[in-house]
């Protein structure tokens, strides 16, 4: 009997530890919402005087706690990303004029990482891939020196520069606590991919992960890169093998349509059809990322309109607060969860932008 009760007591002790275990790796793994919001007056002014008592956030229709609090003054954390393919190839001049203004717009202590596109060659070909210029600083030389290195490419790796900045500049989180919820992605880009080894997936998926807020200046490149393709098939721009496949891809595996990955074989208006519907898939990607994130998307038409678009992000960026918050719902499935911010003890007519929702993470289990 002593030797019974003295399994019993082991057994019971061994299952209280491996129940406690499991508690901790629950509560450790436990996400937690960063919402960007912006609050204006009814006549367009930032209101920046705001605390965490001012707030209120539910999810799905339930109260949550809120549990950190970024004030609209605290430093930001951003990635610059500069597409310097396609039509920008020879407006470098201008790239860098835009992206030294949107700089020079932003508060002291925000900090500025640059990525843009470079071409390589390796064994007799050349390849664009992403360059990291500089990780975050908030050295205005050392981002003024980077921006002189800015280089052109005969490609666009956008998915592949989107996974480098989110892998390789905000791969750990924020060492200070003020920092979460406050970092960006600021993309100048048609977002028409050509040449990255990822897909737009990937990038989806994982920026859920980071919390991070996503703008995107959407240049129309489209007169341009269509003139290209309507030239005679020996000197036109042609669609890369992943763009036909992208194409193609809408149209599901069942269907019987006949594939062809041979430019000279399309017709005039078959390569106008392809490069409508990727222009169409880049900014119905680039709204996705920007609405589940609590961005925006900027279209332009050149980049002149881009430097005036670069400097509104920096002022929308200056008024955000962060809001973080651990859901009380707890189920790891998988599901699409709405937000709403409600604002308290100011004067009527304000508005508010926030972060609309976003996917809960999934169990491993």
Known sequence: MRAYISIVFVLVTFASFVFGQNEEIIRVETQLVNVPVSVKDKNGRPILNLRRENFVVYEDGVKQQIESFGRATEPFE??????TSGSTRNELTLIRRAAENFISSLKPGDKVAIIAF???KTENKATAVPEILTKLTDDRTKLKDALAEVKTSNGTPYYDAMLEILDKIFSEEPKETSLHGRRAIVALTDGVDSVSLSDFDEVKEKLRERNIVAYFIQLDT????????????????RFSVAQLRRYYKQFGTKSKMEKTYDFCSLGYFERLA??????EIADEEMHTLARESGGKVFPVADLNEARTALKQVAEEISTIYTLGYYSSNERRDGTYRTIKVEVKGISPGFKIQAREGYFAPRSNY
């Open 274 to 279: 392809i490069s409508k519907k990727l222009y």
């Open 78 to 83: 951003i990635a610059l990303l500069l597409d």
């Open 118 to 120: 470079q071409t390589v």
């Open 222 to 237: 489209r007169d341009f890169f269509e003139q290209g393709l309507l030239q005679d098939c020996e000197t036109a721009t």
